[in-house]
């Protein structure tokens, strides 16, 4: 079984060809550069530079992995959640690919692949708590199995990585924001300001971060954008973060052992998993717990077409192609 998979629900655009044994043939990930200078995701943009790359990207995967077309026994595409035009130019072109080779047409959920990546090495171990920090969603799961997966709590407003970019923003650094306030922190003091943790003791499982932006922002209007300045609220503001994270987490672990559910692994996924610091003080607070830390391979902790192709191959494919699947910003985990 060879899978051609489709990655577009923001601003990568990323194809892969991989097998029923996990092989992959090619995996080319292409980062739009067209938002940089926006500071943030301009949909329309992302929908233009999708249609220009995708057809060229597509060519250089068969070529690499030396494949035709006919080859490929499934295609695959995200379906959801993301940006609308740039789901629907990806499963559109997926859909095409497989009309026109008479194969099946597989929709794959965004969410469930980031939530499946560190299973492709293997690494799984249930029940599991999962914390999910994307650019668009920020979302605490139990994982019971690959098959069992439930949503307990999110984001109320904007999510963690949105939270990285705007705070980068509001201190001119490039974007994306979360890899340049990682920078930036390392050269700062974390215990400068104190930021708010919003919803941090309600007795709930969900996030909200739109007043930690906000309070940079006061922050931001009232002080000198000096390296010193830009370095120590970028690393009050890791700070701040993995300390709403960490106590989120221990709620989640303490309401699933009142329910008499052991978590076994604790695994965290998505582009913000690429942030050290952040995983390093989730594995100080958590790893003498007997709990098991995961995180999937670098290669597939931001937007990928593996993480895709994966979860299609962990699917019971249908006989039939799923070609009126209609892609959705909204798209929940079935
Ligand atoms: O999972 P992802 O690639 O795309 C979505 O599904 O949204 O996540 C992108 C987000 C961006 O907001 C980006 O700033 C953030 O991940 N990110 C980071 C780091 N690297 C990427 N945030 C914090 N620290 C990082 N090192
Ligand atoms: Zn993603």
């Not at 995996?27 to 329309?44: D, R, S």
């Amino acid at each position: 079984m060879l899978v051609f998979a489709i990655e577009t629900s923001c601003d990568e655009t990323s194809v892969c060809i991989m097998d029923k044994n996990k092989h992959i043939y090619s995996h080319i990930v292409f980062t739009q550069e067209t938002h940089k200078k926006h500071g943030g995701v301009v949909p329309e943009l992302a929908s233009r530079a999708h249609l220009e790359i995708l057809q060229n990207i597509t060519l250089s995967a068969l070529k690499e992995s030396r494949k035709k077309i006919s080859d490929i026994d499934v295609f695959a595409a995200t379906c959801g959640p993301g940006l609308i035009g740039p789901l629907l130019i990806g499963s559109t072109f997926a859909k095409s690919l497989a009309i026109g080779a008479n194969k099946k047409f597989v929709p794959i959920n965004h969410i469930e692949s980031h939530i499946l990546s560190p299973t492709y090495n293997n690494l799984e171990e249930y029940p599991q708590v999962c914390l999910l920090l994307t650019g668009g969603h920020t979302e605490i799961y139990h994982v019971k199995s690959k098959k069992n997966i439930v949503l307990l709590g999110e984001t109320l407003d904007d999510a963690v990585g949105e939270t990285f970019d705007k705070v980068a923003k509001l201190l001119c650094l490039r974007y994306p924001g979360g890899p340049e306030i990682e920078k930036k922190a390392l050269g700062g003091n974390e215990t400068v300001y104190d930021l708010p943790m919003p919803l941090i003791n309600e007795d709930n499982l969900d996030f909200s971060f739109s007043g930690l932006k906000t309070a940079v922002n006061h922050l931001v209007k009232k002080n000198n954008l000096s390296t010193k300045f830009i370095a120590d609220l970028s690393a009050s503001f890791q700070f701040c973060v993995s300390k709403i994270l960490i106590k989120k987490i221990e709620k989640t672990i303490k309401k699933l052992s009142d329910k008499s559910v052991i978590v076994k692994s604790l695994s965290v996924v998505g582009g913000v998993s690429n942030n050290k610091y952040i995983c390093d003080k989730i594995k100080d607070a958590f790893q003498n717990q007997n709990i098991n830390i995961i995180h999937p391979a670098k290669e597939m902790r931001s937007d990928n077409a593996a993480m895709i192709a994966w979860n299609c191959l962990n699917k019971n494919i249908k006989s039939s192609s799923d070609l009126y699947f209609k892609a959705s910003p909204r798209l929940s985990i079935k």
